[in-house]
């Protein structure tokens, strides 16, 4: 069983960074993507952004794009979430999850997932 810890959430006003980081921990860990999704009360969990954890191959949802950046270190079995220019609109619970095959965007595709980490950003 795989353990997924996410941390760096908290409160930020629009304009401004967090970057949210997940570790994995359990058995040997080799999960074909590691990816982000949030929520908001009443709403579906959304894709935020994933990367492949072998070939490094990441995807963004298109609200996201070319404000946030997924990254990984192998070695310390950890993806992290890098948030620039933050928005209202990015307020929401943000989930790890790993899994991710055949589709990548889709959450049930992800069996492992962490507790979340709330952001909320202030305008």
């Known amino acids: 069983q795989v353990q997924l810890l996410e941390s760096g959430g908290g409160l930020v006003q629009a304009g401004g960074s967090l970057r949210l980081s997940c570790v994995a921990s359990?058995?040997?860990?080799?999960?074909?993507?590691m990816g982000w999704f949030r929520q908001v009360p009443g709403k579906e969990r959304e894709f935020v952004a994933t990367?492949?954890?072998?070939?490094?191959?990441?995807l963004y949802a298109e609200s996201v794009k070319d404000r946030f950046t997924i990254s990984r270190d192998n070695a310390k079995n950890t993806v992290y979430l890098q948030m620039n220019s933050l928005k209202p609109e990015d307020t929401a619970v943000y989930y790890c999850?790993?899994?991710?095959?055949?589709?990548?965007?889709?959450?049930?595709?992800?069996?492992?997932w962490g507790q979340g980490t709330q952001v909320t950003v202030s305008s």
């Open positions: 999850a790993a899994g991710g095959f055949p589709s990548l965007r889709v959450s049930r595709q992800y069996t492992s």
């Open positions: 359990g058995r040997t860990f080799s999960p074909y993507a």
């Open positions: 990367m492949t954890w072998s070939a490094g191959v990441t």
